[in-house]
């Protein structure tokens, strides 16, 4: 047994870790497996001094980058033709060049105008020549291309000025005549629209056919790209219209719009600039932006409420605020100034990623649904980031940088926990169906429980009051016979027979008083239970108003009572009924005690009890007698140690008080010797307040929360619950939302303006038209997010509903 547990434990070990490590390796492989950061060819080709050596490159199947430092003057356009002045400068391509520095240390600014220069050592060629070809990215912002002193390429309008310049962002493929073997190749580049400036894209430079082959690989996988975009947009938005408390689907679908926009204006296809001309250059570098906004805002809401703290809840608003500035600011600001602002907005981004890493760290250290898929994807996610980094500042390595590569590693497992959770709601509606007809049978079966209940409890009515008229007629009627004698020979009779007289009359008076008022504590049961009026109370105190009442009638007999109380205890429970269990049993102990003796009083802690015991000396009780006691067969009382009489119902009617409290009362007696009582109640002091109209709903889940715990006050409306509020102050309050006379929100509104400011209880509203996830938005419709605590279905349950709400208060 023991070696099979240990096994069965490492097994499950090893399970979970390898769920845990599956997201990783997952991501690692969707990493590895992409082919926008391959390995590109001969990494060790680099410029050195403006020149390129591929004499030794076999451009049958390659294309290489053009990458090393360039010959760079800067605010000056060079002569294509001419010879290479002799003050030169040198500086990286790939990299721009306000983060680079000049021979004397300092940088350059990012609006400007300059020069790139390099020469380029091609190979003989044994075979039939072929055309060479460039493919030249984005370079920021308006340039010319010189191939051996001709102009080849031109983007833009060129210009010194800021006045005259005007951007392009076209990507192009520039065929170059191949007569030569040596390639001299000028840009002329000026800048007054971009924060990056210069060669920042890498040229790549092979065989016309082979420039041609990777243009369209590109091409193509930016359309699919952008078309998968489109479709994972509206799968997202299908997903929110078929199930609308799934919110992040809809989030999910502005984020993939945003990344369609940066897809579509990013990617080194450039697809959307090179559709339109040179005049719409500058609305689609604004429109661009958008979509960094929409990716920001909403994949932002997602992970920073993963982790379901306050905190987070205010980043949200400065997130938002933050989202709608930048927006403004993309659309508005103008041309000069557009650049160096938008810097800023998005380097200060990386504040909020850094926060949703910690939500997300959070939600993963608190077990949140999807958090561990979020985490990785999110850490992913910024890794590729850091790398893309890296690599746009040192070129030279030979891996291209991964671009939107590192979001989709971000937003495609929360697609996936999407898709997941669209799975589980129609897996949950399924078993909601089992469920309900499940509950349907069970509620056939209650009907007829609670129908021969029902009739039990008629049943032990009928006898009881059949009992008490026959025992209250008895001596009522020997009252009667006396007062008959009396007023027969008033005149004859002496002064000490009227004495005794009236002294039977008084007790046949007192017995049938206190036959009433059992009476009256027993029309507090009815065919549903006890009626609770439940507060919260001190045992001691209450001991001590008991004791106090019955010691003139254990005076009498030469009873002590002793007590042994060294706790203070409080509990929750009904103060009257608890005192009428108190005070029978009690009473009974002095009066099957033995003249001259004592009774003892303890209070003590047992565990999760509250043990209260009263013991004495007297004549005892057989098993049987205690068997008897405890079942439902009336029996007759038997007489006092003094010749007391009564009804034989208190103990039952102690045992049907303490089953409504959820508490127990044993008896141990030996014959001869006496008895003990101990009642047992529940000491916690963790008290809910449930407050719903359907008695079936209410009872299931009250007996759940007991299960664990929880002293559960009910109430069937608002009016009732407010009732029970006059009195007490419980732990937490639950309100069903729907309820005839008072619903639950005028029940939270009229609680929090009779409520003391001391009286801060948590509220949890309850509803049969709750989503399953997502009433935080019901919440803030009805003004009601800083009041109530949460929003749940009446649909789960009642165990898994009972989960929620303790998990809540945690």
Same mark, same amino acid.
């Given at each position: 047994m023991i070696l099979r547990v240990f096994f069965s434990s490492i097994q499950k070990y090893f399970s979970d870790l390898l769920i845990f490590c599956s997201y990783p390796l997952i991501l690692i492989f969707i990493l590895l497996g992409t082919t926008s950061c391959r390995?590109?060819?001969?990494?060790?080709?680099?410029?050195? %001094?403006?020149?390129?050596?591929?004499?030794? $490159?076999?451009? +049958?199947?390659?294309?290489?980058n053009l990458t090393g430092k360039w010959e760079f003057y800067w605010n000056e356009f060079l002569d294509p033709r001419g010879e290479s002045p002799e003050h030169k400068s040198y500086l990286k391509v790939g990299v721009p060049w306000f983060s680079q520095e000049n021979e004397d240390g300092e940088g350059y600014p990012s609006f400007g105008f300059g020069t790139y220069r390099l020469t380029v050592l091609l190979p003989e060629s044994t075979y039939e020549k072929e055309s060479y070809a460039l493919l030249v990215p984005v370079l920021h912002s308006a340039y010319r291309i010189y191939a051996n002193g001709e102009l080849v390429a031109e983007n833009g309008t060129l210009a010194k000025t800021a006045e005259k310049h005007r951007p392009s962002f076209h990507s192009k493929i520039i065929p170059l005549?191949? %007569?030569?073997?040596?390639?001299?190749?000028? $840009?002329?580049? +000026?800048?007054f629209s971009h924060k990056y400036a210069g060669i920042h894209g890498l040229i790549r430079f092979g065989k016309l056919q082979n420039i041609i082959h990777t243009w369209n690989v590109n091409f193509t996988v930016s359309w699919i790209i952008m078309i998968f975009m489109i479709f994972l947009a509206i799968y997202h938005a299908l997903v929110y219209f078929i199930n609308r408390s799934e919110r992040n689907a809809l989030r999910m679908a502005f984020v993939y719009l945003g990344i369609l926009i940066l897809s579509s204006t990013l990617i080194e296809t450039r697809i959307l600039f090179n559709l339109f001309s040179d005049d719409y250059c500058i609305p689609l570098f604004r429109f661009s932006r958008v979509g960094f906004v929409l990716v920001l805002y909403f994949g932002g809401y997602i992970v920073l409420n993963m982790a379901q703290m306050r905190f987070f809840k205010r980043i949200l608003f400065l997130l938002k605020l933050y989202a709608f500035s930048f927006l403004f600011v993309s659309l508005f600001t103008p041309v000069p100034y557009l650049s160096k602002i938008l810097f800023y907005f998005e380097f200060m981004s990386v504040i909020f990623v850094a926060l949703g890493l910690l939500s997300v760290s959070l939600a993963l250290y608190f077990q949140r649904k999807e958090s561990r898929l979020y985490f990785f994807s999110l850490f992913m996610a910024i890794i590729g980031g850091l790398i893309d980094l890296f690599l746009v500042a040192n070129p030279n390595f030979g891996?291209?940088?991964?671009?939107?590569?590192?979001?989709?590693?971000?937003?495609?497992?929360?697609?996936l926990g999407v898709t997941l959770g669209l799975v589980r709601v129609y897996k949950r509606s399924e078993s909601l169906s089992k469920e309900l007809y499940k509950r349907k049978e069970a509620l056939e079966k209650k009907v007829k429980a609670r129908t021969l209940e029902l009739e039990k409890a008629n049943r032990w009515k009928a006898n009881f009051v059949s009992l008490i008229s026959h025992d209250l007629r008895s001596p009522l009627n020997s009252v009667n016979q006396i007062l008959d004698v009396i007023d027969f020979s008033f005149s004859e009779t002496t002064e000490d027979e009227k004495k005794k007289f009236l002294e039977i009359c008084k007790t046949g008076v007192t017995q049938s008083l206190r036959m009433l008022e059992q009476l009256l504590d027993v029309s507090r049961f009815d065919a549903f239970g006890t009626k609770l009026i439940q507060t919260r109370f001190s045992v001691n105190d209450l001991l001590n108003e008991i004791i106090?009442?019955?010691?003139?009638?254990?005076?009498?007999?030469?009873?002590?009572?002793?007590?042994?109380?060294?706790?203070?205890?409080?509990?929750?429970?009904?103060r009257t009924l608890i005192g009428e269990v108190f005070k029978n049993i009690l009473t009974n102990s002095i009066k099957y005690s033995y003249l001259n003796s004592e009774v003892w009083v303890s209070v003590s802690y047992k565990g999760k009890w509250l043990s209260v015991e009263i013991r004495d000396r007297g004549l005892g009780m057989s098993e049987e007698q205690i068997h008897k006691l405890s079942g439902e067969e009336n029996i007759k009382s038997m007489p006092g140690t003094a010749g007391e009489r009564g009804t034989g119902l208190g103990l039952q009617l102690c045992t049907n008080i303490l089953e409504a409290h959820f508490g127990k009362l044993r008896i141990k007696s030996v014959l001869g010797v006496g008895s003990s009582f101990e009642i047992s109640l529940s000491k916690s002091t963790k008290s809910v307040l449930l407050v719903d109209d359907s008695g079936n709903f209410r009872s299931d889940l009250a007996e759940v929360m007991r299960r664990n715990q929880w002293i559960v006050i009910e109430a069937g409306n608002g009016e009732e619950a407010l009732s029970h509020l006059s009195r007490i102050t419980p732990t937490l309050i639950i309100t069903d939302l729907h309820m005839p006379g008072m619903n639950g929100i005028s029940l939270v509104h009229e609680w929090e303006g009779r409520r003391h400011q001391n009286q801060k209880i948590p509220i949890i509203l309850i509803s049969s038209d709750a989503p399953l996830s997502g009433g935080d938005k019901f919440l803030e419709d009805e003004g009601l997010e800083t009041i109530v605590s949460a929003y749940f279905s009446k649909m789960y349950k009642a165990e898994d509903l009972c989960q929620q709400i303790e998990s809540t208060l945690d």
């Open positions: 390995f590109d060819a001969y990494p060790t080709l680099l410029a050195k %001094d403006g020149v390129l050596d591929v004499q030794n $490159v076999d451009f +049958s199947g390659e294309t290489i005549k191949s %007569d030569s073997k040596k390639l001299d190749l000028v $840009v002329h580049i +000026s800048n891996y291209r940088p991964m671009g939107l590569i590192s979001l989709y590693l971000f937003i495609f497992p929360q697609t106090e009442s019955v010691e003139p009638l254990a005076t009498l007999k030469g009873i002590r009572i002793e007590k042994d109380t060294p706790i203070q205890a409080e509990i929750i429970a009904d």
